[in-house]
């Protein structure tokens, strides 16, 4: 028996494929509905930045009657739906929270559970997702108005008739200082680096309808360049400097919102702060000015807080692991869906999780792990939590053979059975201060 922790988006595709497969597994979610991010973390104005083609899963595609970019309210009852359609609901229980997952004898891993209960599973697959543990900046002073993290931000009366100040210019502030723009007295944007706008659509078709051929990559980077250059202009005209990384090294911004709010004065931008005092913000700049509310739009950890840290293997936002879910030195731990891809959730996890089925499959059969004969392939663990959906989907494509992984197993096979080291509970301080995943 397996276990999938969490039912967003991608724990769901996982747990389809688990049942086509006839792989035993149980599933938790830690809210009391489907949908993870979609239902419980996204304000209510929001809408997908990738249009619904990308984002929906192939096997079921969303209605006819979406947009072309879904908003929240309309992705959540689609992941409601999915869970329907797919008989998925029966094998997930609600409310059920975890606090520890440990590697115990015969390979298995002991899970602890919120409500006192603990099962042992023969492996657990990690979709607790990647928008949940929030990021907040450290500047001097206090800032004595309010403050709140964009996750916490729900709707546009949360802003109205306030001066507000949203500190990060990802896909969430850029959005926030939009509705700021709309509601509040005053729309601030403050950021440390400048960053690539990208449109939603061009020539009025959205960018993921648009299917090109595979390019190098110098003429990938020439085309970004003229779609910007067309539909975002110069960045001067923003009394934006030119970003100083390449398009992907960072996620990107995608608004058109944001260029219309800015050549209209409506928002305003600002650099990095520098200190807090009282309702004060300093820039480093010299200039200050007086704010009611800060929206700090900075991002999130990568976090699982129910893993001993020995576990956690990475820095920032992203694991060292090899097929993208594994460690070499353990079997049955499986961390799925922890990068930012670029493209949407629901046509890479319908690709992956097959795969993913067969690492499973594999690792049983054999008694390797498949991190091992992932290496043993030549494989290198990952080193960006940012990836290429394009890229993944040849990786899958072209190595990730079932036939190829079977013959390299079976040869690790024969040195030996694989055991997994042994953590006790009395070792590991539990992490009580989670949220929900």
Not at 240 to 259: G, I, K
Request: proline share 6%.
């Amino acid at each position: 028996m397996y276990l999938i922790i969490g039912a967003g988006p991608v724990g769901l595709g996982v747990a389809k494929t688990f049942l086509e497969r006839k792989i035993p597994y149980e599933q938790v979610e830690a809210d009391d509905e489907v949908g993870g991010n979609w239902y419980h973390g996204v304000y209510r104005t929001a809408h997908i930045v990738a249009c619904k083609q990308v984002m929906e899963y192939p096997a079921y595609p969303m209605p006819e009657a979406y947009p072309d970019f879904p908003s929240q309210q309309q992705l959540s009852d689609y992941f409601i739906d999915y869970s329907h359609q797919f008989n998925l609901r029966e094998h997930i229980q609600f409310g059920k929270k975890v606090i520890m997952v440990l590697p115990v004898e015969g390979n298995q891993w002991q899970v602890h559970f919120a409500d006192g209960s603990e099962k042992k599973y023969q492996g657990v697959l990690i979709c607790n997702g990647h928008h949940w543990a929030r990021r907040f900046p450290s500047y001097p002073g206090t800032f004595t108005g309010e403050y709140f993290h964009a996750k916490d931000y729900k709707e546009p009366t949360q802003l109205q008739g306030k001066r507000v100040l949203v500190i990060g210019a990802g896909n969430s502030g850029s959005d926030i200082v939009c509705e700021s723009a709309r509601v509040g007295t005053l729309a601030h944007l403050s950021m440390r680096r400048s960053i690539w706008i990208f449109p939603k659509t061009f020539m009025g078709k959205p960018l993921g309808q648009m299917h090109l051929p595979k390019l190098p990559r110098f003429i990938e980077s020439t085309l970004l360049r003229i779609l910007i250059r067309l539909t975002f202009g110069s960045h001067s005209l923003y009394n934006l400097p030119d970003p100083d990384y390449e398009f992907f090294e960072r996620h990107p911004t995608v608004s058109e919102e944001l260029p219309y709010y800015l050549r209209h004065g409506k928002v305003m931008l600002k650099p990095d702060v520098e200190r807090f005092e009282g309702k004060t913000v300093h820039f480093t700049d010299g200039a200050q000015e007086d704010y009611d509310l800060i929206v700090t739009a900075t991002g999130y950890h990568l976090s699982f807080p129910f893993l001993p840290q020995s576990l956690i293997r990475g820095e920032q936002n992203h694991l060292h692991v090899y097929g993208y879910a594994s460690y070499e030195d353990y079997q049955g731990l499986y961390f799925v869906g922890w990068q930012q891809v670029r493209g949407g959730v629901g046509t890479m996890i319908e690709k992956y999780a097959p795969l993913l089925a067969d690492f499973v499959e594999i690792e049983a059969k054999y008694n390797v792990a498949i991190g091992a004969v992932l290496k043993a392939l030549g494989e290198k663990p990952t080193t960006t939590h940012l990836e290429g959906s394009r890229i993944v989907f040849d990786w899958i494509k072209k190595k990730m053979k079932r036939q190829r992984l079977e013959r390299k197993a079976q040869q690790l096979a024969k040195r030996g059975a694989h055991v997994n080291p042994v953590m006790e509970m009395g070792d590991i301080a539990l992490q009580r201060d989670m949220e929900v995943y």
